[in-house]
C-alpha cells in the first residue's frame, strides 16, 4: 500500500494543473490519495507578515486535525505533495511527527519550506521567476539539502509555474509530468 497525502496551497487547490496532473501520476502508480482542505484561511499577500501568519496558523491547525490518527506505518511508501504554504506544512508535519521515510515533492515551495527539509528526500519544482522564493536562496538551500533533494527549474516561470503563454506553460507542463513520472 502507497499513500499520497496532497497539501494545497492558499488559493491553490488541487483542481489547478500542479495539482490535477500531480494526482492523476500518483493514482496511475497505485497510490492513494488523500487531499488536504483548508477552510475559511484568509487572503494573503507577500510581504504581508500578519496575514501569513494568520493564514499559516489556521492552515497548521487544519491539517494536524485532518491528519490526525492516520498509521502512516503501515504504507510500504509515503509522499508528501504540496504547494507554496502546503509545502511548508507538508515538511513541518514531517518534522513534528518523525516521518523520516516520506518522499517530498515541494512545487513553487517558499523560503520557510527549505528551512525545514531535511532527514528525507524529494523533488523541488522552482520557477526562476517566483516573486515568493529568489533563485539564489534556493541555490543556498540546495547546498544543504545536498544529494537528498533534486532542483527542478523553469525559466521565466512563475510561483504556479506559469509564464503566461499558453503554449509554452503546456510545455512547463508536460516537462514537469514527465519528470514527476520518473521520480515516482
Known sequence: MKLA????????HSD??????????????????????YTDLPH????DRES??????????????ELEGTDFSGYEKVVFAG???????????????????VYHISMTPVEDTLKLLGGC???IFHGLADPW???????????????????????????????GDALTDLSIMQSFVKTLTELI
Open 5 to 12: 497525502v496532497l497539501f494545497p496551497g492558499i488559493g491553490y
Open 16 to 37: 489547478k494543473p500542479l495539482f490535477y496532473y500531480t494526482k492523476k501520476v500518483l493514482k496511475a502508480a497505485g497510490y492513494e490519495i488523500k487531499e488536504v482542505r
Open 44 to 47: 494573503v499577500t507577500r510581504g
Open 52 to 65: 501569513m501568519s494568520r493564514a499559516y496558523g489556521m492552515a497548521h491547525d487544519q491539517v494536524w486535525a
Open 83 to 101: 504547494k507554496s504554504l502546503g509545502s511548508v506544512l507538508a515538511a513541518e508535519y514531517t518534522s513534528a511527527h518523525k516521518l523520516n521515510d
Open 121 to 123: 528526500k524529494g523533488a
Open 133 to 163: 522564493l529568489d533563485s539564489s536562496v534556493t541555490n543556498e538551500y540546495m547546498k544543504t539539502l545536498g544529494n537528498d533533494y533534486k532542483l527542478y527549474t523553469y525559466e521565466n516561470a512563475n510561483h504556479s509555474l506559469e509564464t
